[in-house]
């Protein structure tokens, strides 16, 4: 025998308040968007270095400004992280810049050697309050894209070395590319 339509309707609305979203996020939710706004700032951090003139001697614990694209690798952002790749433009070309070059994807500097792909990039990322990179994409955040250029100001992660530069950004200034 069916129940009478009227015991589920009954059923259905007592069940529904069960099913509304929760207010409160679990402790490892994607923060918000507005959470990345403080490590943005409206004027580029005074007197930055080229990627590769600190490479060599920077150390884990300094504090750098550098300037650069986002460029160096096919997908220079980390997915569901605030990490990228920042490349130093007086050593890579992105390959739109080569003449008669249609490439599809000009921020993977692909006309450029492993070497110089190696000395001229660092790794950014951002960290929350924990010390641990903020779990949200930073593409298209204040108008970062590939090849935004990008003048910043952080210290130097303690996981760094000489093959591979990462830099944990305070400050961000962002310059959309121009097309």
Do not use: Y
Request: glycine residues 6%.
């Amino acid at each position: 025998m069916k129940p009478p339509a009227s015991l589920i309707i009954a059923i259905l609305a007592l069940t529904l308040p069960a099913c509304e979203k929760k207010t409160t996020a679990p402790a490892n939710a994607p923060q918000a968007a507005a959470s990345l706004d403080p490590f943005f700032v409206g004027t580029p951090p005074a007197s930055p270095a080229a990627i590769h003139s600190i490479r060599a001697t920077a150390k884990p614990g300094e504090t750098v400004t550098i300037t650069g694209l986002v460029m160096g690798r096919e997908a220079p952002f980390v997915d569901g992280r605030a990490a990228f790749v920042l490349g130093d433009r007086s050593v890579l070309t992105p390959c739109d810049e080569n003449p008669g070059d249609e490439c599809a994807t000009p921020w993977d500097t692909c006309c450029d050697t492993p070497e110089d792909k190696q000395r001229a990039t660092a790794t950014i990322q951002l960290l929350d309050k924990n010390g641990r990179v903020i779990k949200q994409s930073l593409k298209g955040t204040h108008g970062l894209t590939e090849l935004s250029t990008v003048t910043l100001t952080g210290i130097i992660d303690k996981a760094s070395t000489s093959e591979a530069l990462i830099i944990n950004a305070s400050q961000l200034h962002v310059t959309p590319r121009k097309r």
